[in-house]
């Protein structure tokens, strides 16, 4: 079955950085875009940022561009989020989910995609 | 980039139908997904697609879209369907970003 677990948040002082980590399981990661998503304390899912398969195209939030770096190691089955400059409203808990492409049945067009297996997250605290 | 906007908060009695609803200029072009999440728990994919489901979700959810708006229905809502329900989607701005909706807690009465 398909596993996703993060690990690497904590406390970490505002300027700081932090590597998070997401080891898969269950599937062959090599074929799947992968993504980074955060929730703050009681707030709503925000995306950080996702990377295709190998690796070649990623993409950012603004919230995070410049600051967050993400990568992958296929050969490990893992996903990776390096955050430098962190700020408090960093403070969030940090989801890695595989993200799938939709195409139309019928028609075969591209329509979006969609986030079909989330990790247990793991918590990134951002304090003095 | 985009916005999805939701409502804040439904209710809905115990065996009723209920409507969530996602608006959002990308919505025209691409659809949405939706994720159910329960308290300390990490979010779970309900409807992707036109209106798909994924293994092991109850067919008492179904999704459905119209021109800028996406809606999740609960046909017979259980109390075990009280949750935060988010739709998501692709950013229509052409930057390839993803953007979540606000989010909108369901009720169970």
């Known amino acids: 079955q398909v596993q996703l677990v993060e690990s690497g948040g904590g406390l970490v002082k505002p300027g700081g950085s932090l590597r998070l980590s997401c080891a898969a399981s269950?599937?062959?990661?090599?074929?799947?875009?992968m993504s980074w998503i955060r929730q703050a304390p009681g707030k709503g899912l925000e995306w950080v940022s996702y990377?295709?398969?190998?690796?070649?195209?990623?993409y950012y939030a603004d919230s995070v561009k410049g600051r967050f770096t993400i990568s992958r190691d296929n050969a490990k089955n893992s996903l990776y989020l390096q955050m430098n400059s962190l700020r408090a409203e960093d403070t969030a808990v940090y989801y890695c989910?595989?993200?799938?492409?939709?195409?139309?049945?019928?028609?075969?067009?591209?329509?979006?995609?969609?986030?079909?297996?989330w990790g247990q997250g793991t918590l990134v605290t951002v304090s003095s | 980039s985009s916005e999805l906007t939701q409502d804040p908060a439904v209710s809905v009695a115990l065996g009723q139908t209920v409507r969530i609803t996602c608006q959002g200029d990308?919505?025209?072009?691409?659809?949405a997904s939706w994720y159910q999440q329960k308290p300390g728990q990490a979010p779970v994919l309900v409807i992707y697609?036109?209106?798909n489901r994924p293994s092991g979700i109850p067919d008492r959810f179904s999704g459905s879209s119209s021109g800028n708006t996406a809606s999740l229905t609960i046909t017979g809502a259980q109390a075990e369907d009280e949750a935060d329900y988010y739709c998501?989607?692709?950013?229509?701005?052409?930057?390839?970003?993803?953007?979540f909706g606000t989010g909108t807690k369901v009720t169970v009465l």
């Open positions: 989910a595989r993200r799938v492409t939709y195409y139309d049945i019928l028609t075969g067009y591209y329509r979006g995609f969609y986030f079909d297996y």
């Open positions: 269950g599937f062959t990661f090599s074929d799947y875009y």
């Open positions: 990377i295709s398969s190998s690796g070649s195209t990623i």
């Open positions: 990308s919505l025209r072009s691409y659809y």
């Open positions: 697609g036109k209106n």
């Open positions: 998501n989607s692709r950013d229509s701005s052409g930057n390839h970003l993803a953007v």
